[in-house]
């Protein structure tokens, strides 16, 4: 039930086609190519409590902060997932050329958070795209953003016109994702209890980034927690408040087909950093 508090270091070897990208958790420690496949070795001085890794046609970007020394990674394809071509409007659209709107969102989350958390260990993170619309996943060094993060406001209006909740969903993604750097991976939980706090922390880590990256502006930090303070206390689709599916100690408990676990521990986020890798 909780793999979060057994660390241990990776020694990863990736062998695939090589018209993909590969981008594992640690560092990159040598590429090349055999014939039709490239190679790629990933190592972890650092112990993780999981590894992962993301795979596609990605195409690679990457700066370093000379500031908190980081390395800041982005991987998108080059096209839209074949669901979305059909929108007009979004014509010649390409997540590669929008990778670094998020990936300044993770620059100047590591800032904030170095500077109120203490200094993250691991040097680098990769921001890369994953298909689905709807939920971002954080690795130590590796985060999965949903594809609406790399569009801006303008091409999410587009796409799905102003849909409550969508915009302040991708405003928090990236930095609630970064956040899960420290609130996870730095710092885990001894049972999984006390995973929401996790969640907590990441959230309040978000609504920082909301202050801080709009030159602090309390305002933004005040409507988002008016944003959860509402997403607690109304009904969702099933007529159930999230603030009675039960006590949040309860975890993983409480997750059923009409309370599924990740909106009762991140009701906005729809978070599914801790859920999917470690309970089966
Ligand atoms: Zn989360």
Redesign the pocket.
């Known amino acids: 039930m909780n793999a979060f508090n057994d660390r241990a270091t990776f020694d990863l070897t990736f062998k695939i086609p090589d018209k993909f990208v590969l981008v594992g958790v640690g560092k990159l420690v040598k590429e090349g190519k055999e014939g039709d496949f490239a190679v790629s070795h990933w190592v972890s001085d650092i112990p993780l409590a999981v590894a992962g890794f993301n795979y596609g046609l990605f195409k690679k970007k990457e700066i370093a902060d000379p500031q908190t020394k980081y390395q800041i990674e982005g991987y998108a394809t080059s096209e839209l997932p074949s669901y979305m071509r059909g929108a007009a409007s979004i014509g010649g659209m390409s997540p590669a050329r929008l990778t670094e709107s998020a990936m300044v969102d993770a620059q100047n989350s590591i800032r904030i958070f170095n500077h109120w958390f203490g200094e993250a260990p691991y040097g680098r993170i990769a921001i890369t795209q994953q298909p689905q619309l709807n939920f ?1 996943q ?1 690795w130590p060094t590796l985060v999965y953003l949903p594809i609406i993060a790399f569009f801006d406001s303008t091409q999410r209006w587009q796409m799905f016109g102003m849909q409550r909740g969508l915009t302040d969903f991708v405003q928090e993604v990236t930095p ?2 970064v ?2 750097q420290w609130w ?1 991976h730095i710092v885990g939980w001894t049972s999984y209890h006390d995973q929401w706090i ?2 907590g922390f ?2 309040f880590s978000a609504s920082l980034f909301l202050q801080y990256a709009q030159g602090g502006k309390i305002d933004r930090y005040q409507k988002f927690w008016e944003s959860q303070r509402q997403a607690i206390l109304e009904k969702n689709v099933f007529g159930i408040r999230h603030n009675d599916a039960g006590p949040i100690w309860m975890g993983l408990r409480l997750n059923s087909a009409r309370t599924p676990a990740h909106i009762v ?2 009701p906005t ?1 729809r ?4 859920c999917t890798c470690c309970d089966g």
Not at 271 to 274: P, V, Y
């Open positions: 971002g954080s609630h994702e956040a899960h996870g996790s969640e990441s959230d521990a991140s986020t978070d599914l950093t801790f």
